[in-house]
T-cell receptor, first 115, second 115 residues
Framework: DADVTQTPRNRITKTGKRIMLECSQTKGHDRMYWYRQDPGLGLRLIYYSFDVKDINKGEISDGYSVSRQAQAKFSLSLESAIPNQTALYFC??????????????FGPGTRLLVL | GESVGLHLPTLSVQEGDNSIINCAYSNSASDYFIWYKQESGKGPQFIIDIRSNMDKRQGQRVTVLLNKTVKHLSLQIAATQPGDSAVYFCAENIGRGSTLGRLYFGRGTQLTVWP
């Protein structure tokens, strides 16, 4: 969905390096999410934010941190990357006005390789 | 805890045939379900959704069936086309409490359409 963009699209880094993945959206949604996808597995939630002042841990938050800089921007950081963080990362957004029954719209993904 | 899973990890069909992709869920409190399609190298795309007060919903060439008695969800694709080849995920939402707005994803089914 072109309304949700992620940068970079691909990244190779070394163990121990700090990296940041960025997500921007033009959908005007309050809620934003970061997921990780590994081969053969579904999407697993890392962190989510229901508004600019709200940050929540998901299922697999260890080793990650996030920052919600504005309604439209939500970044994911790996403070000290390790090889098992090699994965495909997706950002998503949803509209809080749906009252909990919310479709999430996904970005194109960032492919991360940690050597 | 919640779990969303699929009966078959892969499905191969011939072009023009109908496809049925199944999904089981375990949380009876889930009240909203979504099917996503993920093509290679792309983020998940919304296909169709259904609320728990319904048992069937139709879209263009797709139908979702919900059987709350056995906690089963299916996606039917009519006249399957090569462009339908992708991984299909079901996701469930528990629309209340601390998990409001969160989606839980199954591992996905790889649909391959043969000419």
């Amino acid at each position: 969905d072109a309304d949700v963009t992620q940068t970079p699209r691909n990244r190779i880094t070394k163990t121990g390096k700090r990296i940041m993945l960025e997500c921007s959206q033009t959908k005007g949604h309050d809620r934003m999410y970061w997921y990780r996808q590994d081969p053969g597995l579904g999407l697993r939630l890392i962190y989510y934010s229901f508004d600019v002042k709200d940050i929540n841990k998901g299922e697999i938050s260890d080793g990650y941190s996030v920052s919600r800089q504005a309604q439209a921007k939500f970044s994911l950081s790996l403070e000290s990357a390790i090889p098992n963080q090699t994965a495909l990362y997706f950002c998503a957004t949803s509209d809080a006005r749906s009252g909990g029954q919310e479709t999430q719209y996904f970005g194109p993904g960032t492919r991360l390789l940690v050597l | 805890g919640e779990s969303v899973g699929l009966h078959l990890p892969t499905l191969s069909v011939q072009e023009g045939d109908n496809s049925i992709i199944n999904c089981a869920y375990s949380n009876s409190a889930s009240d909203y379900f979504i099917w996503y399609k993920q093509e290679s190298g792309k983020g998940p795309q919304f296909i169709i959704d259904i609320r728990s007060n319904m048992d069937k919903r139709q879209g263009q060439r797709v139908t979702v069936l919900l059987n709350k008695t056995v906690k089963h969800l299916s996606l039917q694709i009519a006249a399957t086309q090569p462009g339908d080849s992708a991984v299909y995920f079901c996701a469930e939402n528990i629309g209340r409490g601390s998990t409001l707005g969160r989606l839980y994803f199954g591992r996905g089914t790889q649909l391959t359409v043969w000419p």
